[in-house]
């Protein structure tokens, strides 16, 4: 399915992309030839980014790469690696481009910038299915062990609910990546999961998980790049362009219907 989506997208760069292009090469400071855009992103967040059959696919990582090549950049090969660590990969110029359904927010307005967003979520609580616990409000987290995956929002709502006493400190469980912590919740190690609801609905159709109820946190994603670059206007253009032309809902039908 993703290779047929690239030959349509390349017939489609062949005839009207070259406007897109030479707009953005326009763009470029002063002819530099840094045209190379290295991504990274943190696999195990389905359908955003993961592994299938050991190749890293997803929808950030078909739309990155949309974005990148039609506002006339090459992408480089993909970094997959912690969630944690990709503002500090990015600040250090190991990657220059964080896709990874990272949500915009001030604390990360600091030190990074971001794309327009292209994506709206708010977080889900996971619990096992057929389990006796399904929690309708964090009110009834109080005895639980919850999980999230470090450096993440989700991660923030638990640290919300340690700091105002709903529950314990010790039963936040941090994970490296939130396939482990499906993975600890379906076990039993843990009793409760904090995602993004649209992760949260792909690992329900897939695990024997279940979305107990939803915490409102009205989140937008967003492309991270370092505060000094100045291909992120190109990289807006091209994000309206993928949006406006049917392209970006090509997209959503393809990774979540
Ligand atoms: N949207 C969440 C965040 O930005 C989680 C992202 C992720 O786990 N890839 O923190």
Redesign the pocket.
Known sequence: MAREFDMDRRAYLKTVGVAGATTALAGCSGGEDTQVIVPG??A??PP??FTEDGELVGFDITLAEEVVTRAGYELGEWSDIS?ESLIPSLLDGDIDLVA????I?ES?QESIDFSDPYWE?NQSVLVQEDSDFQPGSVDDLGDARVGA?A??????EAETLVADGTIAGDALRRYD??TLAVQDLENGNVDAVI??QP?ATTFSSDRAVAVAFIIETG?E?GMGVRPDDDRLGDLNGALAEVKDDGTYDDLVTEWFE
């Open positions: 992103t943190s195990g967040f955003f980014e969630f990874a359904g990272m949500t927010n990360r979520s995956q450096g993440t929002t989700g991660e923030g990546n939130y995602i993004d992760v989140e994603f």
